[in-house]
T-cell receptor, first 113, second 114 residues
Framework: DTAVSQTPKYLVTQMGNDKSIKCEQNLGHDTMYWYKQDSKKFLKIMFSYNNKELIINETVPNRFSPKSPDKAHLNLHINSLELGDSAVYFC????????????FGEGSRLTVL | GESVGLHLPTLSVQEGDNSIINCAYSNSASDYFIWYKQESGKGPQFIIDIRSNMDKRQGQRVTVLLNKTVKHLSLQIAATQPGDSAVYFCAENPQGNQGGKLIFGQGTELSVKP
């Protein structure tokens, strides 16, 4: 069983479209995250949630809207996609909020044309 | 400022040799550091962590060294194997961070030659 699973793994879409990436973790963790990795492999946090509550919104444009329907899920919806949104998006979870041990999913590669 | 950087973007070693991956950080208030390994096409994977009250921590074939004086940490991999080929990231958890925010460095790509 995959601990942190994301779908879809690949997403190719046109500028201006709206898309969603889903994430589920079966580790029983309370905290979930979204990270963005650019073409130079630089990883940057976007959001963190703890017990379904938003903790961090790292100056992400409001076109990005995370939603946590329950502790095991954290989905990412992106409106009006732009070329610069092309990246690999990683979902992660952790047992505690302030730990360095995150469990990452395999990533969702988004390409905006 | 918020930056965690690496001295070398790529490192090539012979199988069986030891590898040393370096990382510099700039936030002297950071008190917790983590190393991650990212294999091609996969998500980052936790390797080892160290808190600022320690200067060395050992795991299975890996050792992390922390030098707070010069704000430097390193990851040593003993008897490097082909399966160690990956991008390695150091990450920093700033002191007082209540939001679970990790600041990742640029990454070093380790290539192991058979």
């Amino acid at each position: 069983d995959t601990a942190v699973s994301q779908t879809p793994k690949y997403l190719v879409t046109q500028m201006g479209n709206d898309k969603s990436i889903k994430c589920e973790q079966n580790l029983g963790h309370d905290t979930m995250y979204w990270y963005k990795q650019d073409s130079k492999k630089f990883l940057k946090i976007m959001f963190s949630y703890n017990n379904k509550e938003l903790i961090i919104n790292e100056t992400v444009p409001n076109r990005f809207s995370p939603k946590s329907p329950d502790k095991a899920h954290l989905n990412l919806h992106i409106n009006s996609l732009e070329l610069g949104d092309s990246a690999v998006y990683f979902c992660a979870s952790s047992q505690l909020l302030n730990t360095g041990e995150l469990f990452f999913g395999e990533g969702s590669r988004l390409t905006v044309l | 400022g918020e930056s965690v950087g690496l001295h070398l973007p790529t490192l090539s070693v012979q199988e069986g040799d030891n590898s040393i991956i370096n990382c510099a950080y700039s936030n002297s208030a950071s008190d917790y550091f983590i190393w991650y390994k990212q294999e091609s096409g996969k998500g980052p994977q936790f390797i080892i962590d160290i808190r600022s009250n320690m200067d060395k921590r050992q795991g299975q074939r890996v050792t992390v060294l922390l030098n707070k004086t010069v704000k430097h940490l390193s990851l040593q991999i003993a008897a490097t194997q082909p399966g160690d080929s990956a991008v390695y990231f150091c990450a920093e958890n700033p002191q007082g961070n209540q939001g679970g925010k990790l600041i990742f460095g640029q990454g070093t790509e380790l290539s192991v030659k058979p």
